[in-house]
């Protein structure tokens, strides 16, 4: 892991940017250490400076947690593959026209999702050799990736996850084997995400404790109490 570049900002929140490899990613770190950490992941793939994840990123590392953030593969400031451009623009046709785009999201997110999953865990496997982390691990954010990440990797004690984001068929069949605790936040007017399919993966889950959040509202329309609930979910589960 190389840093590239620090802030220190006024809450004194230390910012650095890094690459790992092929992997660019933005490490927000308290002023106490070790701290527990979250890895903090977008929808769909979404860049790791989009404005609402830096947000909760900089809320979460200011309450005490190191945060970290990666753009997948094809987002952010990693190029993108013909293939991705042409998933990309086969959705916003599609969507335009008022067409289903499972299919479509599918045969993009499923690749996605087995991509960026192993550069996470390679991610998370460099994070915990510096001394400022001193674990316990927890994920915050998106859901396909989350659900892979929590089946694979025994080092996440807790997840919170974001519904609007399209879940892969492989990852609606993973859903039984999360079994750590987990908070659920569901915009019940979702546009893109018919709520009973979140309802029904929020059944799957095998955790023994988990808790579902539903707000009334639209895509990006999450309160952002449930930024501050996040954290006292994981104060409960990573202090």
Known sequence: ?????????????????FTLGEIPGT?????????PLILMAHNNGLPRREPRLVARA??????????????????????RSSGDERARADLRLAMRAGEPVDEILESFIG?????AVPEWRTTLDALLSLPEIGGPVGYSGWTAVGIRLAVAEPRIEAAGFFAGGYVPRAQREEAPQVTVPLLFLLQWDDEGNPRQRALDLFDAFGAEEKTLHANLGGHVGTPWFEVEDGNRFFARHLR
């Open 1 to 17: 892991m190389r840093f590239t570049s620090e802030r220190r900002l006024d809450n004194g929140v230390l910012e650095r940017e």
């Open 58 to 79: 900089l809320h979460s590392a200011a309450n005490g947690y190191a945060v970290a953030a990666i753009d997948a593969p094809g987002s952010g400031d990693r190029p």
């Open 27 to 35: 490490l927000w770190t308290p002023g106490s250490a070790p701290a």
């Open 111 to 115: 690749p996605l999702v087995d991509k």
